[in-house]
T-cell receptor
Framework: DSGVTQTPKHLITATGQRVTLRCSPRSGDLSVYWYQQSLDQGLQFLIQYYNGEERAKGNILERFSAQQFPDLHSELNLSSLELGDSALYFC???????????FGQGTRLTVV | GNSVTQMEGPVTLSEEAFLTINCTYTATGYPSLFWYVQYPGEGLQLLLKATKADDKGSNKGFEATYRKETTSFHLEKGSVQVSDSAVYFCALVYGNNRLAFGKGNQVVVIP
């Protein structure tokens, strides 16, 4: 158990809909990262938050957004969903710069 | 930019065989390098890491050496078990502790 909790584990939704994925980091970790794992793109970094503030952006679509709350949990919001958004979405957390990132078990999103 | 390249395709081998998965990287400077493993239905777990040139990371019988000259970090295990069947990802860290991953290699160990 990595200590990073993601909910839900599975999500099936229709095209055009909006979903929210939730991540609770390990206790004490201030950084949260979101990654997308798809068959064609592999594992890609989406966005990072540190202590409530956006720190870095990767290949995140404009239809996607995220935030980190005062209790340090994070949410990834995906809107106007398309079939191609079907993927496994991972959250990771870490402490200070340069320390290991721990991954959650992921949320498998299926858009039908 | 920062990127990681892994050899193409799945790897199928018999129990007790020798495993090698190639990984090369492109990066600014000398980033820390990692191997992550993803067992079926699970998240990513850190398998081993190396933080500087010539470092050897090792865990659970797996080893990888940080080779600056060849920009490589190949994963090896001398005698695989069925329980090693998983997807293996090579990665490097850049920026604010972000990870760039290779495409991953599915390893299937046959009894």
């Amino acid at each position: 158990d990595s200590g990073v909790t993601q909910t839900p584990k599975h999500l099936i939704t229709a095209t055009g809909q909006r979903v929210t994925l939730r991540c609770s980091p390990r206790s004490g970790d201030l950084s949260v990262y979101w990654y997308q794992q798809s068959l064609d793109q592999g594992l890609q970094f989406l966005i990072q938050y540190y202590n409530g503030e956006e720190r870095a952006k990767g290949n995140i679509l404009e239809r996607f957004s995220a935030q980190q709350f005062p209790d340090l949990h994070s949410e990834l919001n995906l809107s106007s969903l398309e079939l191609g958004d079907s993927a496994l979405y991972f959250c990771a957390s870490s402490g200070l710069q340069g320390t290991e990132a721990f991954f959650g078990q992921g949320t498998r999103l299926t858009v039908v | 930019g920062n990127s990681v390249t892994q050899m193409e395709g799945p790897v199928t081998l018999s129990e007790e065989a020798f495993l090698t998965i190639n990984c090369t990287y492109t990066a600014t400077g000398y980033p820390s390098l990692f191997w992550y493993v993803q067992y079926p239905g699970e998240g990513l777990q850190l398998l081993l890491k190396a933080t500087k040139a010539d470092d050897k990371g090792s865990n659970k019988g797996f080893e990888a050496t940080y080779r600056k000259e060849t920009t490589s970090f190949h994963l090896e295990k001398g005698s695989v078990q069925v329980s090693d069947s998983a997807v293996y990802f090579c990665a490097l860290v850049y920026g604010n502790n972000r990870l760039a991953f290779g495409k991953g290699n599915q390893v299937v160990v046959i009894p």
